[in-house]
């Protein structure tokens, strides 16, 4: 199994990697194989490409990289055509959400996404792993707390 591999999942009512897991592969990730802003993956044909923030963690969910990590793996809404990626994008969607949290403490409200946060004119990769790895802790001390 690849380092950014997520597990099998043992069952469909479980997320198949728990978001801090999620949020430390994608670091992991960017150290490996690069960061980058402005799309989630250059070259779209590697097999192990660099990716923006997005991207990184849309790998540690679905394993590899995905044209679309927010396509929820149904037809029109209803119909699961692929029972395993509904999961990976619940995943997906869960260490999205966990991230934008994290990035918004103190704030009064969510003024910029994640993709907007990645291409950041300024902004470096040691900030972005950094960033993952913070919220991976933060999420992990919440998961703890009585």
Do not use: K
């Not at 692929?82 to 999961?87: A, E, K, S």
């Not at 403490?105 to 946060?117: E, H, I, K, N, Y």
């Not at 040691?126 to 790895?133: D, F, M, Q």
């Amino acid at each position: 199994m690849h380092a950014t591999q997520p597990p099998t999942p043992d069952s469909t009512d479980t997320p198949t990697v728990p978001p801090v897991t999620a949020l430390r592969l994608a670091a992991d990730y960017l150290d490996q194989h690069g960061w980058i802003q402005g799309d989630y993956y250059v070259p779209w044909d590697a097999e192990h490409p660099p990716a923006c923030t997005l991207g990184a963690l849309a790998i540690a969910c679905y394993g590899q990289p995905i044209a679309d990590p927010f396509d929820d793996g149904t037809e029109d809404g209803r119909h699961i055509v692929d029972l395993d990626h509904v999961n990976r994008w619940h995943d997906f969607m869960t260490v999205h959400h966990a991230l934008i949290a994290y990035l918004n403490l103190g704030r009064a409200r969510l003024d910029f996404s994640v993709d907007t946060w990645n291409d950041t004119t300024g902004r470096t990769v040691t900030e972005v792993t950094s960033t993952l790895r913070a919220a991976a802790d933060h999420y992990a001390e919440r998961l703890v707390r009585p």
